[in-house]
C-alpha cells in the first residue's frame, strides 16, 4: 500500500509537541516542583492554629491559582476568538486546552480542598461561598468541555465554547454574590471557626511563593504542549490520517 | 506530623495528577507528530 | 433592520409559540402533569408535613428548573427539526430579536407552569399567602422567571439541533442558573414566613434576581445572533 506521505524526518517525529523552549521550562518546573516539596514537606513550619494541616495549603493554593488562571486565559482566547477579525483557530485551540488544564486543576483542588478541610473543620465540605463557587465553576467547565465535543465543524466549535466560556466568566461573581449573601443569613457559617485566611509568615510564606511560580510555569509548559497537541488533533482529523492510522495499526496487529 | 495520611495523600494525589496528564499530553503529542508534516506544526 | 421591525420579528416569533402551544396542548398535558407529579414525589420522598412545608419554596422551585428544562428542549426542538431558524436567518430576521421573542414565550409558559405549582404547594405542602408576602412573591418570581427564560434560551439555542442536547443542556443550565434557585428560594420563603422569616429578608433576593435577569438577558440577545449564525 502506498500513501502519498510527506517527508518525515526521524528527528521531528521523536520531538512531538516539545521545543527547546518547552524543555527548558520543563526542567525549571520539575526543579521547583522537588523544591515545593522540600519546603513544603520539610522545611516550612507546623501552623499555630491549623498544625501539619497547612501543608496541604502549599499544593492547594497553587492548585487553585493555576486553575483560575487557566480560565482567565480560556476567557481571553474566547474573547479573541470572537472578536478578532481574523476568528482564529488557533486562538480557540489555545482556549480549549487552557479548559482542559484548568478542569484538572480544579478537581485536585477541590480534593485537596475537601481533606484540609476534613482536618481543620472536622467536616469535608461547607456551604461557604468560595467553595461552592468553585464548585460550580468546575461543573460549567466541565460542561464547557463538553461543548467543544459536540459534532459540528471546527468554526462551529469555536464559535459555540466561546460564548460558553464568556458566560460562565460572567457567571462567577454572581454565583458568589448569591452564595455569599445566602450564606451570611445562616449564623453557622462562621461557627466552625478557623477561616480560610491564615496569617503567613516568613518560610510559610516562601513555600506558598515557590508553589505558585513553580504552578505557573507547568501551566505554561502544559499550555504550549497541550494546544500543539490539539492543533495536530485537528489537522490529522481533517486529512483523515486518524482512520488511515487505525487501518494500519490494525493490519500490524493482525499480522504481529 | 500529624493527619499524614491525609497529608501525604494531597501531595501524591496533586503530583500524580499532574504526571499523569502531562505524560499523556506528551504521548499523544507524539504519537500525532510522527503522522503530520513539519508544515502542519507552526512551533518548530 | 429598523427597531419596529425587530419588534415586529420578536412578536411574529413569540405568538407563533404560544400558538403552536395552544394548538400542541404540550404543557398542560404533559408538563404540567409531570410537575404535579413531582410534587407528589417529594411528598413520598421527604415524609413528613413539617419538614413538606419548611422546604415547599427549595421543592417548588426544584420542579420549576426541571419542568423548564423540558420545555425549552421543546420550543427549540420544533424550530430545528424542519430548519425553521435557518429559515429565518436567511430571511434576514434580526437574531437578537428572534431571541427575545423566543424568550418572552418561554417566560409567559413558566409563569403559567408557576401558578400551577404555587397552587399545588398551598394545597399539599400546606404554605401559606401572607399580604405584604404576595408582592415579593410576584415580583421576585417574574424576575426569576425572566433569568431562568434567559439563560435556558441561550443554551438551548446553542446546543439546538445537535445529537446528544438532551443530555447537554441541564449540565449546561444548572450551574449558570444556581443563583435563580438560590434567589427565588430564599426570597419564596421569606414571603411565605418559612421557619420564621420575615418579608423584609426577602428584598435583597429581588436585587440579586433582577441583576441576573437583566444581565443574561441583554448578554443572550447579543450573543444569539453569532450561535444560531453558522
Not at chain 2, 17 to 27: E, N, P, Q
Not at chain 3, 68 to 80: G, K, L
Not at chain 3, 136 to 147: D, E
Request: glycine residues 10%; neutral net charge; hydrophobic residues 55%.
Amino acid at each position: 500500500m502506498t500513501i502519498d506521505t510527506p517527508p518525515i524526518t526521524a528527528a521531528t517525529q521523536r520531538r512531538g509537541t516539545s521545543t527547546p523552549a518547552t524543555r527548558v521550562i520543563g526542567i525549571l518546573t520539575i526543579s521547583m516542583t522537588i523544591w515545593l516539596g522540600v519546603f513544603g514537606l520539610v522545611l516550612s513550619p507546623a501552623d499555630r492554629d491549623q498544625g501539619d494541616a497547612v501543608r496541604i495549603m502549599y499544593v492547594h493554593v497553587p492548585s487553585v491559582w493555576l486553575a483560575y488562571l487557566a480560565f482567565i486565559v480560556t476567557a481571553l482566547a474566547s474573547g479573541v476568538h470572537l472578536f478578532g477579525r481574523r476568528h482564529s483557530l488557533q486562538a480557540d485551540r489555545v482556549a480549549g486546552a487552557s479548559a482542559e488544564i484548568g478542569v484538572v486543576f480544579m478537581a485536585v483542588t477541590l480534593v485537596t480542598g475537601m481533606l484540609w478541610g476534613r482536618i481543620t473543620w472536622g467536616v469535608y465540605w461547607q456551604w461557604d461561598a468560595r467553595l461552592t463557587t468553585t464548585a460550580l465553576l468546575f461543573i460549567s467547565y466541565v460542561g464547557y468541555l463538553a461543548v467543544r465535543g459536540l459534532e459540528g465543524t471546527r468554526e462551529q466549535r469555536a464559535r459555540r465554547s466561546a460564548i460558553v466560556g464568556l458566560f460562565a466568566v460572567l457567571e462567577v461573581p454572581l454565583v458568589h454574590w448569591s452564595v455569599k449573601l445566602w450564606r451570611s443569613l445562616h449564623q453557622e457559617a462562621t461557627v466552625l471557626g478557623t477561616d480560610l485566611d491564615v496569617s503567613l509568615d516568613g518560610l510559610m510564606l516562601f513555600s506558598l511563593f515557590v508553589g505558585v511560580v513553580a504552578f505557573t510555569l507547568l501551566f505554561v509548559w502544559l499550555l504550549l504542549h497541550r494546544s500543539r497537541m490539539l492543533t495536530m488533533l485537528d489537522l490529522s482529523a481533517e486529512s483523515g490520517l486518524e482512520s488511515a492510522l487505525a487501518q494500519r495499526r490494525a493490519e500490524g496487529g493482525a499480522s504481529a | 506530623m500529624t493527619n499524614a495520611g491525609f497529608i501525604l495523600g494531597s501531595y501524591a494525589l496533586t503530583f500524580g495528577s499532574i504526571v499523569i496528564f502531562a505524560w499523556r499530553t506528551v504521548k499523544v503529542g507524539k504519537r500525532l507528530s510522527a503522522d503530520l508534516s513539519d508544515e502542519d506544526k507552526p512551533w518548530l | 433592520m429598523s427597531s419596529s421591525g425587530r419588534i415586529q420579528v420578536a412578536r411574529v416569533v413569540l405568538s407563533k409559540d404560544l400558538r403552536i402551544e395552544r394548538r400542541s396542548k404540550v404543557l398542560t398535558s404533559q408538563i404540567i402533569p409531570f410537575a404535579v407529579v413531582t410534587l407528589v414525589l417529594f411528598a413520598f420522598a421527604l415524609d413528613g408535613d413539617a419538614i413538606l412545608q419548611r422546604t415547599a419554596p427549595g421543592l417548588v422551585w426544584i420542579a420549576m428548573l426541571f419542568s423548564s428544562m423540558i420545555i425549552v428542549q421543546r420550543n427549540f426542538a420544533v424550530e430545528t427539526s424542519d430548519g425553521a431558524l435557518d429559515a429565518l436567518r436567511v430571511a434576514g430576521a434580526d437574531m437578537s430579536a428572534v431571541f427575545w421573542g423566543k424568550w418572552l414565550a418561554l417566560v409567559i409558559q413558566l409563569l403559567v407552569l408557576e401558578v400551577v405549582l404555587l397552587i399545588g404547594a398551598f394545597v399539599m405542602y400546606g404554605i401559606e399567602f401572607r399580604g405584604p408576602g404576595v408582592v415579593l412573591l410576584v415580583t421576585s418570581s417574574i424576575s426569576a422567571t425572566c433569568g431562568l427564560s434567559a439563560v435556558s434560551t441561550i443554551y438551548a439555542g446553542l446546543a439546538s439541533g445537535v445529537r446528544g442536547r438532551e443530555s447537554l443542556l441541564p449540565l449546561l443550565v444548572m450551574p449558570v442558573a444556581s443563583p435563580v434557585l438560590i434567589g427565588a428560594t430564599r426570597a419564596a420563603e421569606a414571603a411565605f414566613g418559612t421557619g420564621g422569616t420575615v418579608v423584609s429578608e426577602g428584598w435583597p433576593w429581588l436585587g440579586v434576581l433582577s441583576v441576573f435577569a437583566v444581565v443574561f438577558s441583554f448578554g443572550g440577545s447579543l450573543a444569539f445572533g453569532p450561535l444560531i449564525d453558522d
